[in-house]
C-alpha cells in the first residue's frame, strides 16, 4: 500500500504543530522567549521531521519516531536555550506530553467532522482544529496554574512612609534568590503599577541597579529602591524590617494579578 505525502502540506502542518508545542512548554516550564525563536525552533523541527521522511530507510513510521526525540531537543535548544542534558529530556517529555494531549483534543474533533475533512478544504480546517486544540489547551494550563496560585503563601505588606495607607498583596516565592550585589541583601520586586502608587518613597540616595537573569531571557538591570521600613503582615502577626530593597520589575507582573509584589522569602524571618 502507497500513500502520496505533499511535503509543503506536512511541512506546514508540522510547522503549525511545533509552534503549539513549544508555546504550551514553555507555558508549563516558566520558560520565556521571543515569537522570533519560537519561529526558528518550529522551523527547524519541521524542516528536519521532513527531511527524515525522504530519506529512504527503514520505514516512515521508524524514521519519524528515532527523530522524534533529537528534533524535539533541537526545538528546545533553539528556542529556550536549553543545554543540559537532564533539563532538556525533562522539557522533551512535558512537549511530548503536550503532544499528547493536543492529538487527542484535535483527534476527538475530527472524528466529529469526518464529512468536512473530505473535501478540499481539509488541509484549512485542520489547521484550524489545531488552533482550537491549542486554544482549550493554553485555557486549561492557564486554570491550573492559577489554581495552583491560590494556594501559594500571600501575605500583606505596608509602607509606613506612604502619605496613604495602601495595603500591598505580596506572592512569597521560595524561588526568589534576587540579592542585591554589594552587600547581598534581599530584594524583593514589585510590579510597575505599584512602584507608581509608591513613587514618593523612592529617594535617589536609595537607588540600587540589581543585575538580574531570568530562565529564557538575557540578562539586564533593575531599578531599585531601599524603603526606611515596611511591615509585613502574615498570619495574624507583624513582622517589621528596615532598609528592604524593593526592584521594580518591567515584566512578569501584570496590572491584572493577584498580587503586585514579590516577596523575598528571607524577609519572613525573624
Not at 11 to 19: A, D, I, P
Not at 129 to 137: D, E, K, N, P, Q
Not at 241 to 253: L, Q, R
Request: glycine share 8%; proline share 3%; aromatic share 8%.
Amino acid at each position: 500500500m502507497y500513500y502520496k505525502l505533499y511535503i509543503d502540506s506536512v511541512f506546514l502542518l508540522q510547522l503549525t504543530s511545533n509552534v503549539y508545542l513549544l508555546s504550551l512548554a514553555g507555558l508549563i516550564l516558566g520558560c520565556t522567549a521571543t515569537h522570533k525563536r519560537i519561529w526558528l525552533g518550529a522551523i527547524a523541527g519541521a524542516g528536519i521531521s521532513c527531511m527524515a521522511m525522504v530519506i529512504p530507510i527503514g520505514t516512515l513510521g521508524s524514521r519519524l519516531l528515532i527523530s522524534a526525540i533529537p528534533v524535539s531537543m533541537g526545538m528546545l535548544c533553539i528556542t529556550y536555550r536549553e543545554h543540559s542534558g537532564r533539563k532538556l529530556i525533562h522539557s522533551s517529555l512535558v512537549m511530548a506530553g503536550c503532544g499528547f494531549f493536543l492529538g487527542s483534543i484535535m483527534i476527538w474533533i475530527m472524528n466529529r467532522m469526518r464529512s468536512i475533512l473530505k473535501g478540499r478544504n481539509s488541509l484549512f480546517i485542520t489547521l484550524v482544529i489545531g488552533c482550537l486544540a491549542y486554544v482549550i489547551c493554553y485555557k486549561v494550563i492557564r486554570w491550573m496554574q492559577a489554581k495552583r496560585a491560590d494556594c501559594l503563601a500571600m501575605v500583606w505588606v505596608y509602607v509606613p512612609d506612604l502619605k496613604q495607607e495602601i495595603r500591598i498583596k505580596a506572592l512569597v516565592d521560595t524561588g526568589n534568590h534576587l540579592t542585591e550585589p554589594v552587600h547581598g541583601e534581599p530584594v524583593s520586586v514589585i510590579s510597575r503599577k505599584m512602584a507608581r502608587n509608591m513613587s514618593s518613597c523612592f529617594n535617589p540616595e536609595k537607588y540600587h541597579a540589581v543585575p538580574y537573569q531570568s530562565v529564557g531571557k538575557d540578562k539586564g538591570i533593575l531599578n531599585a529602591y531601599e524603603l526606611p521600613v515596611i511591615t509585613i503582615e502574615n498570619h495574624g502577626k507583624q513582622l517589621r524590617k528596615e532598609h528592604v530593597i524593593v526592584a521594580i520589575c518591567n515584566a512578569g507582573i501584570s496590572e491584572d494579578s493577584r498580587y503586585q509584589m514579590i516577596l523575598h522569602p528571607r524577609l519572613l524571618e525573624s
